[in-house]
C-alpha cells in the first residue's frame, strides 16, 4: 500500500505539471497568455511556503486534495477565457493557482511524513524530478502524434482520476505531539509569516542554501527556455535525453550508499563537467552527435542526483513539522529562477550558442559557492529548534 500510495503522490506532481504546460502551450498565439507563468511565479513564490506550512498544522490530505481541487476549478476558468475572452477569468485563473494551487511542497511533505529511512526520501525525490520532467517535456514530444487540446483534455482527465484516488486511498500521518505543544497557539497565515520569516529568512545557513538552489535551477532554466541551444548544435530530442538522464539517476540513489553530501557533490560536479563540455564543445570543434547527446544524458543524471540530495540536506535538521515550509521556501527559489531566466532569455536574446553555456555555466558556479557556505554553516547546527 505505501509503495501504492507513494505512486500516487509521484502523479499528482506529474498531472499539475502537465496540466500547467498544456494550458501555458495551448493555442501558443493566444494574447496575453505569456503573462500566466510570469504572474503564477510571483504570486506563488509569496504563498507556496505558506500553503505548504499551513500542511504542517493540518491534515496533508486535506491540503492535498484541496491544492488539487483548486488547481482543476482554476483550469476551468482558463477555459472560460479562451472561449469567451474575458480577461477577467485570465486573472481569476492565475490568482487561484498562484496562491492555493501549489501541490508539490504538501505532495513532498506527505511523503516525508510516511518516509522511514534518510535513503528512501533521496531517490523520491530522484523519482519526483522524474515525473515532472516527464510532466514538463510530455507536450514537447506529443506535439509529432496528437495536438494541444487532446493534451490539455487528457490532463484534466487524469487531474480527476488524482483527486479521487487520494481521497480513496490516502491515509494521513497523524500529527498529535503539534496539537499538545501548540494547542494556546492560534495557527494563521500571519503567524506563519512569521515563523517563516524568524526561522528561515533570518536563519543565515537556510538563506545560503537557498540562494545555491536558486542559482542551480536558474543556470538549468536559462538555457532550456533558449531555441539558440538546440538548433544546429544540439538535437530536438534534447527533452527525452533529460528523461532518460532522470531515470538514470532515479537508479543510482536507488542503490546509492555514500552519504548526501558526498553524493551531492558528486552530481555537483559531474554537472559542472557538462557544462564544461558543452562550452568549448564548439570552439574546440566537438560537434559530435554522440558526444553531445551522452553529455545531456550525463547533464540530466548528474542534475537528478543533485537536486534530490540538496532536499535531504534541507530538511535533515528541521523538525518533521518545518518540512512543508522548508518545501515551500524552495518551490519559492524555483519561481523566482523561472523569472529570473525569463528575463535573462529576453535580454541576451539569440546570442552566439557558447555564450548560452557560459552564462549556465556561471551561475552555476556561483550556486556551488552559495552550497559551499551553506554547508559550512549548517555543519556548526545539531539540531534546529522549533
Known sequence: MITFVSQLLLFCILVTQSLFIAIIRFEPETTYKFAIPIFVSIIAFFCAPIQGGLSDYYCRKKALIFALLI??????????????NNILYLIIYIVMFGVAGNVNPIVLSA???ISKQFMNFRFFMAMVLFYYFVGDFSHVLSRFFTHSGAMLELSYFLLVICIILVYLVYKDTKDVDLNVRYSKERISISNEVKYIYHNFLKHKSFMFGFFGYLFLELSIYQFTFRNEAFKNFLTQL????????AFTGVLFLKFAKFSDEKTFFSGLIMVLISFLILFFSKIFGWINRPLLVATMIILGTSYSIAYSCVYCLFTRKRHHHDHGKVFGMLASADYISYLIAIGIVALT??????????????????????????????????KIPR
Not at 367 to 374: A, K, N, R, S
Open 238 to 245: 534534447v527533452p527525452f535525453e533529460m528523461i532518460v538522464g
Open 349 to 382: 536574446f539569440k546570442i552566439p550558442v557558447q555564450r548560452v553555456w557560459l552564462i549556465s555555466l556561471s551561475l552555476f558556479v556561483v550556486g556551488i559557492i552559495f552550497f559551499l557556505f551553506f554547508l559550512h554553516h549548517d555543519k556548526k547546527i545539531t
Open 71 to 84: 488547481t482543476l476549478i482554476s483550469s476551468v476558468f482558463f477555459l472560460f477565457w479562451i472561449s469567451q
Open 111 to 113: 511523503y516525508k511524513d
